[in-house]
């Protein structure tokens, strides 16, 4: 069992750059994808990105490409999100998941990934 713990949530301003972690703890020895979705009040939960470890890729969806850079330390398992160019529109809960198979394709919806964090919050205002 994999747990996931987020952190680096908050306020900012539009055009402001922040960099969200997520910490993975427990059974982390094959976890090839690690990915970020996010929930805007009222919405569903929506795919952000996925890194895979090897070999090295990221995947991204469109409305963040070029601003959202997702990462990862595989040696203190955790990954990051860095996001730059914040607009008000990129307010959400923020979670980190792990899926115990490589994605190669932006994920559908959730049922890919097997373990889930409870969340950051990310605040962007205009």
């Known amino acids: 069992q994999v747990q996931l713990v987020e952190s680096g949530g908050g306020l900012v301003q539009a055009g402001d750059s922040h960099r969200l972690s997520c910490a993975a703890s427990g059974n982390t020895f094959n976890l090839p994808t690690i990915g970020w979705f996010r929930q805007a009040p009222g919405k569903p939960r929506t795919f952000v990105a996925f890194?895979?470890?090897?070999?090295?890729?990221?995947v991204y969806e469109d409305s963040v490409k070029g601003r959202f850079i997702i990462s990862r330390d595989i040696k203190t398992n955790t990954a990051f999100l860095e996001m730059n160019g914040l607009k008000p529109e990129d307010t959400a809960v923020y979670y980190c998941?792990?899926?115990?198979?490589?994605?190669?394709?932006?994920?559908?919806?959730?049922?890919?990934?097997?373990?889930w964090g409870r969340g950051t919050q990310v605040t962007v205002s205009s």
């Open positions: 998941a792990a899926s115990k198979v490589q994605l190669l394709t932006p994920p559908e919806g959730v049922g890919d990934f097997d373990s």
């Open positions: 890194i895979n470890w090897s070999p090295p890729s990221a």
